[in-house]
């Protein structure tokens, strides 16, 4: 059989958290796989420390690209990729999620006739207002290989009578908490450090564009914010903390005492945040998905989500940024029922490899 090459391209934590088992996966296929960073996140804290937290080899090819508009981000990976895949010459392009990196290396592969396979494919919050929303979108309709990690995404697809080849395959995060939970444990000390008591605290993560570059919207947030009684720990995203101080808000949240402001964590670090918290408040698509995996309320300030299942599941809530609804969810909210496996159980990167090599070996 013909030496198989499969090529990743990543560039921000979404993608980074999805890469270990798929990375694994196919190592265990001895097939060739290499790791492009796009370096859309390229701070040690952001990008860096996951690749040391999670074992990763370093990425084979760094196109450093770094931060800027969307379209300048988008344009630059684009033309930095090309010489990397006709370098390469790889059997498909291994995509993941819904970032910007995810969708600037579907377009350059399907531009120069390299098949894409998107993992966390059908995913929709039907918001077209959304960035992450239009990436999957795209990425989707380019894709020849579509792995879906839940039911509702495979039937989204299907209603979208996708062009590529759709599989249910579960979803690689129940892989990677699997594996990096315990190892966490280990490895962080971020609840000694913050001097914090277990399921005593709420962990906060914002960075969406149309909430942090909305200043009524980020107005709001940290209205609530700010009127929590619980200690509040919060890691700011780079993108949030531009907008606080441009907004002038950063005063009223790191004066107030029960806020603990922090910067972006390593994977360690946040996992431990995250299973210890007694609720996440988020506007993160993965945070929502990983507090379901962890089995820790979440409420979302968001108007709409992409993963329905954890709303469905009765352990996510949707609150937008209205200041009396998630106060009341933070006092009251409770999930109602107990968590069923929505997510698959823990096959899904093997599975996926499976279906590479079978797929691709025939055309090689």
Same mark, same amino acid.
């Given at each position: 059989?013909?030496?198989?090459?499969?090529?990743?391209?990543?560039?921000?934590?979404?993608?980074?958290?999805?890469?270990?088992?798929?990375?694994?996966?196919?190592?265990?296929?001895?097939?060739?796989?290499?790791?492009?960073?796009?370096?859309?996140?390229?701070?040690? !804290? %952001?990008? /860096?420390? $996951?690749?040391?937290? &999670?074992?990763?080899?370093? +990425?084979?090819?760094? =196109?450093?690209? *770094?931060?800027?508009?969307?379209?300048?981000?988008?344009? !630059? %990976?684009? /033309?930095? $990729?090309?010489?990397? &895949?006709?370098?390469?010459? +790889?059997?498909?392009? =291994?995509?993941? *999620?819904?970032?910007?990196?995810?969708?600037?290396?579907?377009?350059?592969?399907?531009?120069?006739?390299?098949?894409?396979?998107?993992?966390?494919?059908?995913?929709?919050?039907?918001?077209?207002?959304?960035?992450?929303?239009?990436?999957?979108?795209?990425?989707?309709?380019?894709?020849?290989?579509?792995?879906?990690?839940?039911?509702?995404?495979?039937?989204?697809?299907?209603?979208?009578?996708?062009?590529?080849?759709?599989?249910?395959?579960?979803?690689?995060?129940?892989?990677?908490?699997?594996?990096?939970?315990?190892?966490?444990?280990?490895?962080?000390?971020?609840?000694?450090?913050?001097?914090?008591?277990?399921?005593?605290?709420?962990?906060?993560?914002?960075?969406?564009?149309?909430?942090?570059?909305?200043?009524?919207?980020?107005?709001?947030?940290?209205?609530?914010?700010?009127?929590?009684?619980?200690?509040?720990?919060?890691?700011?995203?780079?993108?949030?903390?531009?907008?606080?101080?441009?907004?002038?808000?950063?005063?009223?949240?790191?004066?107030?005492?029960?806020?603990?402001?922090?910067?972006?964590?390593?994977?360690?670090?946040?996992?431990?945040?995250?299973?210890?918290?007694?609720?996440?408040?988020?506007?993160?698509?993965?945070?929502?998905?990983?507090?379901?995996?962890?089995?820790?309320?979440?409420?979302?300030?968001?108007?709409?989500?992409?993963?329905?299942?954890?709303?469905?599941?009765?352990?996510?809530?949707?609150?937008?940024?209205?200041?009396?609804?998630?106060?009341?969810?933070?006092?009251?909210?409770?999930?109602?029922?107990?968590?069923?496996?929505?997510?698959?159980?823990?096959?899904?990167?093997?599975?996926?490899?499976?279906?590479?090599?079978?797929?691709?070996?025939?055309?090689?």
């Amino acid at each position: 059989m013909t030496s198989l090459k499969f090529l990743s391209v990543v560039g921000a934590r979404p993608n980074f958290v999805k890469l270990p088992p798929i990375h694994n996966a196919l190592s265990q296929q001895h097939v060739d796989h290499v790791i492009v960073h796009t370096g859309q996140h390229y701070d040690y !804290e %952001m990008s /860096k420390v $996951f690749f040391e937290n &999670l074992r990763l080899p370093d +990425p084979l090819y760094n =196109l450093s690209v *770094g931060s800027g508009s969307p379209c300048y981000q988008l344009g !630059e %990976m684009i /033309k930095r $990729f090309e010489g990397v &895949l006709t370098k390469e010459n +790889p059997n498909a392009v =291994l995509v993941y *999620g819904d970032t910007n990196s995810t969708l600037a290396g579907a377009l350059a592969a399907v531009k120069l006739n390299f098949p894409v396979a998107h993992i966390e494919a059908g995913l929709r919050s039907y918001d077209r207002s959304m960035p992450e929303e239009a990436n999957r979108v795209m990425t989707d309709c380019v894709s020849s290989t579509l792995f879906c990690p839940t039911r509702t995404s495979l039937k989204n697809l299907k209603k979208e009578h996708a062009w590529g080849k759709a599989y249910l395959t579960g979803d690689v995060m129940v892989e990677t908490l699997k594996e990096f939970v315990k190892l966490s444990e280990n490895k962080s000390n971020i609840i000694r450090k913050l001097n914090i008591e277990p399921k005593n605290y709420l962990l906060v993560t914002i960075h969406r564009v149309e909430n942090v570059e909305n200043q009524v919207r980020l107005s709001k947030i940290v209205k609530i914010l700010t009127k929590i009684k619980k200690k509040v720990i919060f890691p700011v995203h780079p993108r949030t903390v531009k907008s606080l101080r441009e907004f002038n808000l950063i005063d009223e949240l790191s004066s107030n005492r029960n806020i603990v402001i922090t910067e972006p964590l390593s994977y360690f670090d946040f996992t431990q945040l995250e299973m210890n918290s007694q609720k996440i408040i988020t506007d993160s698509g993965g945070v929502q998905k990983e507090a379901y995996l962890l089995g820790v309320p979440c409420i979302t300030l968001r108007e709409n989500t992409e993963w329905t299942e954890t709303i469905d599941g009765g352990w996510n809530i949707l609150v937008g940024v209205n200041v009396k609804n998630a106060l009341k969810a933070i006092d009251d909210f409770k999930p109602s029922s107990n968590r069923k496996l929505l997510f698959g159980t823990g096959d899904a990167s093997f599975k996926i490899a499976k279906i590479l090599v079978r797929h691709y070996a025939k055309d090689s």
